[in-house]
């Protein structure tokens, strides 16, 4: 399985808070460090997994550029195509958790990824068109994720899309249509649908619509689970039980496990089960990408929801 996965790489700053988080004062916590971003942690989860994956994306020349290229190189990723940006600084994301491990707040700074523009998509040629799927994320400027589009209709190769956040997701649609694939939250599909998905007949008449005349729509609920739908076909998937640590890269390693399934031609139902396994695997870790996700474990945790 060879997959090529374009996007955002940056360096994650997590703070656990020991107690429910006060605005504006100081919070004891525990604060973790580690490489982060949409694409480069679904690119590390597929490693995981055992995929041949290739990463593309931009890095600044600095030390957290070299802290993610060493973790890069640790995951197996081939990073060949990286670019390391003179002048830029790496990307950053910094989250405040509450005790439980829910997202109180989070900013970013992804400029260096968003420098990756539509002349830097030709370079990717070859590597996307020896690839069974290629993966970008609405961490790209638009312009940048239509070349890509147009890079792998061209080579026939299929595309999956994840949407990142509300603000960016918008990004995605004029490439939508095109998706063989598409992975979001509730409210990131809310915001291409154009309505709320408040309810079961919503979700379902929004996957309808997002799915256009083929795409598989994968989205996560929080704490109710998943849905999926492509046309007509629509089914919803209850939260798989886990001791969660950190719900940071959960729907990361979903998309992975969606990626995977998608891969390897298994039922949209199976791979449903297999992508909730995923992020069921990485909320009981303290890391975006759980050192636990291996194939083995994943399969074990999905025949145990099956059972």
Same mark, same amino acid.
């Given at each position: 399985?060879k ?14 808070s ?13 604060v973790h460090? =580690?490489?982060?971003?949409?694409? %480069?942690? $679904?690119?590390?989860? &597929? +490693?995981?997994?055992? /995929?041949?994956?290739?990463? !593309? ?5 600095d ?11 640790e995951s ?24 439980a ?7 970013n ?46 080579g026939?190769?299929p ?7 509300? =603000?960016?997701?918008?990004?995605? %649609?004029? $490439?939508l249509?095109? &998706? +063989?694939v598409?992975? /979001?939250?509730?409210?990131? !599909? ?20 997002l ?10 609920l ?17 939260v ?36 909730s ?9 303290g ?14 945790r999905a025949?145990?929801? %099956?059972?």
């Open positions: 399985m997959i090529a996965v374009i996007g955002g790489a940056n360096v994650d700053i997590t703070g656990i020991a107690a429910p988080l006060r605005e504006r004062d100081s919070n004891p916590a525990q460090l =580690s490489g982060g971003g949409v694409a %480069r942690n $679904i690119a590390c989860n &597929l +490693a995981r997994l055992g /995929a041949e994956v290739t990463f !593309a994306g931009a890095v600044g020349d030390g957290f550029g070299k802290f993610l290229r060493e973790s890069m190189a197996g990723l081939d990073d060949s195509a990286l670019i390391v940006r003179k002048g830029f600084s790496t990307g950053l994301y910094l989250a405040l958790l509450e005790p491990g829910d997202l109180f707040i989070a900013v700074d992804m400029a260096v990824v968003e420098s990756i523009g539509p002349a830097d998509v030709e370079a990717l040629r070859d590597v996307i068109g020896a690839a069974d799927l290629a993966i970008v994320d609405a961490n790209l400027r638009p312009e940048t994720l239509e070349a890509l589009q147009g890079l792998a209709a061209s026939r190769t595309l999956m899309a994840d949407a990142v956040s509300v =603000s960016k997701a918008e990004r995605l %649609r004029a $490439i249509p095109d &998706l +063989a598409f992975k /979001a939250n509730r409210a990131e !599909a809310a915001a291409l649908a154009g309505f709320p998905l408040d309810t079961d007949e919503a979700l379902r008449e929004g996957c309808r619509r799915s256009g005349s083929g795409t598989v729509v994968c989205l996560t929080g704490d109710r689970g998943s849905c999926y739908g492509c046309g007509d076909d629509f089914f919803k998937l209850p798989l039980p886990a001791a969660v640590v950190n719900v940071n890269g959960a729907g990361d390693a979903f998309a992975a496990g969606a990626a995977y399934g998608f891969c390897r031609g298994r039922g949209l139902e199976e791979a449903a089960v297999f992508a396994a995923c992020a069921a695997v990485t909320v009981e870790s890391d975006g990408v759980s050192a636990e996700l291996t194939l083995e474990r994943v399969l074990e025949a145990r929801y %099956r059972a």
